[in-house]
């Protein structure tokens, strides 16, 4: 009976542990996640969601604050226009999360960042070439390029020295995306490094409408692979979305995968940045407490627990000291959203919002609680403590249960 570990994912000549751990913003996949990775073997993705409240969290620094200060008379307003982003602030806190993995890396495997292109931040092209930029500058392995089509990513890495060096990804989930993407950047000469195909039990922002469950990871893997087939290119896919034991992961790797991309198992471990209140949310979910919703403003689908505080919360927009998802003219659905609310109750003191979130402040007090299909069964990986709650996992024992398990089994913890 194979197991992961009788598979290797092949970059040349490196040869690693098939298995990836995905990229989950803000900071739940933690530096600490990815180093334990890389140090077994495998690629540990980090994110750059939210990267300068990442960089004031880990590193003390004040870019949120100074952000506000900027433009606090503006607060009150819907009109967000004005609200920038100072580039340099952004490559320092972008080079200050990198570099700290980079310099702690040990052992054999590779440390990528996830980079969403949905975070628009009042300026999606500048801002997104100094994020790409300035992780390529602290020596990041390489980058997934994920949340969006991504059709001129490339194109704003071109000039970099590292652009055919690091290895570059992009996250489809139909064969038609990937050909568009494949077609934008014929002229570069420049393929990408892997594919990343995540399908519909994913977790966070998926790239399907509310009909996700009509599809199926193993229809789209198999459409992806024959296209590379029938163009002739030889470019490894790695699978994504509800891949929930080692033997899960064996089937896809004999179905033509190269490698495996898995996170929901990895956010109820010690290195996970989620608190550990909500870990233990993750463990008590029951199926029914798991739903695909519109709530996200970037016009995504967002797989969360029913129970997210967030959800329903109207708090003033916060875009002045975020403003993450503002788009190219300053506008935000939450935004519209909000104002909607106040105007139709004007003497309350605290309104609702019930149709979209402000996921910027949300999602950096972890009141958003994302996840994959699959958490419900996150109790059966672990073991109910005499107090009622669950332990908590080392990613090293997850990572190994991926790696050696076989017949559907799952390890339980000491």
């Not at 993450?324 to 309104?351: F, M, Q, T, W």
Request: hydrophobic share 40%.
């Amino acid at each position: 009976m194979k197991r992961v570990d009788d598979f290797r994912l092949l970059f040349g000549k490196q040869e690693l542990v098939p298995i990836v751990i995905g990229g989950m913003g803000v900071d739940i996949s933690t530096v600490e996640l990815a180093l334990e990775a890389a140090r077994l073997g495998g690629i540990g993705n980090i994110s750059d969601a939210m990267v300068q409240t990442v960089s004031d969290h880990r590193f003390d620094t004040k870019f949120v604050s100074q952000k506000l200060k900027q433009s606090p008379h503006n607060v009150a307003s819907s009109d967000k226009s004005s609200v920038k982003f100072c580039l340099g602030t952004l490559e320092e806190a972008t080079r200050n999360h990198v570099g700290q993995a980079m310099e702690a890396k040990r052992g054999d495997g590779l440390i990528f960042i996830n980079c969403m292109e949905k975070l628009t931040m009042n300026a999606p092209r500048e801002t997104l070439s100094m994020r790409l930029k300035a992780a390529l500058d602290a020596g990041i392995d390489g980058i997934t390029l994920s949340a969006g089509l991504h059709l001129g990513s490339f194109a704003l890495m071109e000039d970099h020295p590292r652009f055919r060096d690091a290895k570059l990804g992009i996250i489809v989930s139909s064969a038609r995306a990937l050909a568009m993407f494949l077609r934008k950047n014929a002229r570069l000469q420049r393929l990408p490094d892997y594919v990343v195909v995540e399908g519909p039990l994913a977790g966070g922002h998926l790239g399907f409408g509310l009909d996700w469950a009509q599809y199926d990871l193993r229809t789209i893997l198999d459409e992806v692979l024959a296209y590379l087939k029938s163009e002739h290119l030889d470019i490894p896919v790695i699978a994504a979305g509800g891949i929930f034991t080692g033997s899960d992961a064996t089937a896809f790797l004999e179905q033509g995968a190269a490698a495996v991309q898995v996170a929901t198992r990895f956010t109820v471990t010690h290195e996970c940045g989620l608190p550990e209140k909500v870990k233990q949310e993750y463990f008590k979910a029951s199926e029914a407490d798991i739903e695909v919703n519109l709530l996200s403003p970037t016009g995504y689908p967002m797989r969360m627990l029913k129970g997210s505080p967030g959800i329903g919360a109207g708090i003033r927009p916060n875009c002045e000291a975020y403003g993450y998802l503002l788009d190219a003219k300053g506008n935000c659905s939450y935004i519209d959203a909000y104002n909607r609310e106040v105007a139709l109750h004007p003497e309350a003191k605290k309104v609702s919002v019930k149709d979209k979130t402000c996921l910027c402040t949300h999602m950096r007090n972890f009141d958003i609680w994302t996840c994959g299909e699959t958490t419900w069964r996150l109790k059966d990986t672990t073991r109910r403590l005499a107090d009622g709650s669950y332990q908590l996992l080392s990613a090293e024992q997850v990572f190994h249960d991926y790696q050696f398990s076989t017949g559907g089994k799952i390890a339980l913890p000491d």
